[in-house]
């Protein structure tokens, strides 16, 4: 349980804004453990494959897209600005932007290791719209971007972060970005609390 491990990327914006140290800070003080990092330049090919690329996850970003038109009361609709209301087709121009986004400059990849770990940093992260992030997680405290305007200007919303939904996600992204070789194995000072045998 303790070895759930999950893929965090710092996204170009996160990066460029010098916020490497202090994203890092917030998975590590929870008690999570960094297991791999580094950082990189990632090329269009990378990216392309780790997003996925199955017709369910295009047409959940046109759907958030569509979910997006209505709580920000866009006045434009989509076939004005997308040439188009299939939910598919949207998604897939979402898609290029996101691609476009993260290969707009270097980003840093880790894999984080703790107790429900993909559960964990998902909340630590918040949600991707930032005007929905409570205060207190990493987006809620430092991004203020918005699909409305991310839309409007043709490109990815700039939220700091991606990391992986789900365990076949997270399985499937630290696959892609590491080799087993380059993942770490040693105990923090939570472990050794968390796992000792109680005296009797
Ligand atoms: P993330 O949650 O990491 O994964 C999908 C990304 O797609 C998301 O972050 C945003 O950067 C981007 N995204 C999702 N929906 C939209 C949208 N409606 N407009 C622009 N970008 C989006």
Do not use: C
Request: a positive charge; charged letters at 30%.
């Amino acid at each position: 349980m303790e070895k759930e491990q999950t893929l965090v990327l710092i996204k170009p914006d996160g990066v460029k804004r010098g916020l490497v140290g202090e994203i890092i800070r917030r998975l590590e003080s929870r008690g999570l453990k960094i297991v791999a990092l580094s950082m990189e330049w990632p090329t269009k090919e990378q990216i392309d494959k780790h997003y996925p690329k199955t017709r369910k996850w295009i047409e959940g970003l046109g759907k958030n897209t569509a979910k997006s038109y209505k709580e920000f009361n866009i006045p434009s609709t989509l076939l004005e600005d997308y040439g188009t209301d299939n939910l598919h087709e949207i998604g897939k121009k979402v898609r290029e932007w996101l691609i476009e986004f993260i290969i707009s400059g270097p980003i840093v990849k880790m894999v984080v290791q703790g107790l429900h770990a993909i559960k964990m940093v998902r909340k630590i992260v918040g949600p991707t719209v930032p005007a929905f992030a409570e205060v207190g997680t990493i987006r809620g405290d430092f991004s203020i971007d918005s699909p409305d305007l991310a839309n409007i200007k043709r490109r990815a919303v700039h939220n700091l972060i991606h990391a992986s939904g789900n365990k076949e996600e997270a399985e499937y992204e630290i696959s892609h970005w590491f080799t087993k070789e380059e993942l770490n194995s040693y105990s923090t000072i939570h472990e050794q609390f968390m796992t000792q045998e109680r005296n009797q």
